[in-house]
């Protein structure tokens, strides 16, 4: 991961000042790494040896940053990170831009390391992710999404980049085709379970860990998980109250509690997180045919870190 972090500044420069003001900003912001340290993890299960590892977990977090700030101008974010968010610095623009730059700099990476099928998986999910982010604006605001509705954002939004994350370890390694599916899967399995948390969390979490104050997801009007099932169990007055709040957009300061209190009510936050729980358990299955090596051990820890950040 040291040599991941030096590569990704390298690779930040520009003779555009504003670039690598806003990439630093929230690439130095304190983030977990998660998705580079998975690649390199599964390209040391399958005894990869040479620097593309490196590459391409530097590829994949550029990918990530790029995404984050193309999402907080979408959701008109204000906060990242327990930052503010750099369209709030630099404006709603320049953040797009520079996610721009960011997207072709890790396409560059990718190109170096010189696997067309790396290439193929990382610019598949690049495609993908960018469908889930379209699929949340049709989904977003709309009471009506159903769980599978809502799950399909999450495989599309967050958990590709995780499936092609990990797959492209064993493939730059020249691995059988089901330690590379073994790997995708988990990944994936472990990037929705990652989602479902966030989810839970945003309405029951605490601020310092969050970044993001609690009840963001509520203010932004975004339809998630626990609010889908809340909708589904709730009673005709409080599906009214969730069509005004978050369909209606005419949400204020009072109805958060009051949010949080149906949430309770109908067990909606508990059930999200038993439901990443259950996505955690399937990640954790996949890892089955690297059974008994040290980095599957590890990224069998992966799993519990991702869902006990619920507790």
């Known amino acids: 991961m040291g040599r991941v972090n030096a590569f990704i500044l390298s690779r930040t420069g520009s003779e555009v000042a504003m670039i690598p003001e806003v990439?630093?900003?929230?690439?130095?912001?304190?983030g977990k790494r998660l998705r580079p340290m998975l690649t390199l993890a599964t390209?040391?299960?399958?005894?990869?040896?040479?620097?593309?590892?490196?590459?391409?977990?530097?590829?994949?977090e550029f990918m990530?940053?790029?995404?984050?700030?193309?999402?907080?101008?979408?959701?008109?974010?204000e906060m990242r990170r327990g930052k503010l968010a750099a369209r709030m610095l630099w404006g709603n623009?320049?953040?797009?831009?520079?996610?721009?730059?960011l997207l072709g700099q890790a396409f560059k990476m990718m190109v170096?390391?010189?696997?067309?099928?790396?290439?193929?998986?990382?610019?598949?999910?690049?495609?993908?992710?960018?469908e889930g982010e379209v699929m949340?604006?049709?989904?977003?605001?709309?009471?009506?999404?159903?769980?599978?509705?809502?799950l399909a954002v999450v495989r599309g939004k967050t958990a590709e980049l995780f499936a092609a994350a990990c797959e492209v370890g064993p493939v730059i390694a020249g691995r059988p085709r089901e330690e590379q599916a073994a790997a995708r899967s988990y990944g994936m399995n472990l990037g929705i379970a990652f989602q479902l948390v966030d989810d839970a969390l945003d309405y029951g979490g605490r601020e310092a860990k969050l970044g993001k104050k609690v009840g963001d997801d509520f203010r932004e009007g975004k339809i998630t998980l626990p609010v889908v099932l809340a909708y589904r169990r709730g009673t005709a007055e409080e599906r009214a109250f969730w069509k005004r709040t978050l369909?209606?957009?005419?949400?204020?300061?009072?109805?958060?509690?009051?949010?949080?209190?149906?949430l309770t009510k109908h067990g909606a936050i508990d059930d999200t997180i038993a439901r990443a729980r259950h996505y955690g358990a399937i990640a954790r299955?996949?890892?089955?045919?690297?059974?008994?090596?040290?980095?599957?051990?590890?990224?069998?820890?992966?799993?519990?870190?991702?869902?006990?950040?619920?507790?």
């Open 23 to 30: 990439a630093n900003h929230l690439i130095n912001s304190g």
């Open 43 to 60: 390209a040391a299960l399958s005894d990869y040896r040479g620097d593309g590892d490196v590459k391409l977990a530097s590829a994949v």
């Open 64 to 77: 990530h940053t790029a995404t984050l700030l193309h999402d907080d101008v979408v959701d008109g974010s």
């Open 93 to 101: 623009e320049a953040s797009v831009l520079v996610g721009d730059f």
């Open 112 to 130: 170096e390391v010189g696997s067309l099928e790396a290439l193929r998986i990382l610019s598949e999910a690049a495609s993908v992710i960018a």
């Open 136 to 150: 949340q604006l049709a989904a977003a605001k709309n009471t009506a999404t159903t769980e599978d509705e809502y």
């Open 247 to 262: 369909e209606n957009g005419e949400a204020e300061d009072s109805d958060l509690s009051e949010a949080m209190r149906l």
């Open 285 to 311: 299955d996949a890892l089955g045919i690297f059974r008994g090596r040290a980095e599957a051990e590890a990224l069998v820890d992966v799993v519990e870190f991702v869902t006990s950040r619920a507790h």
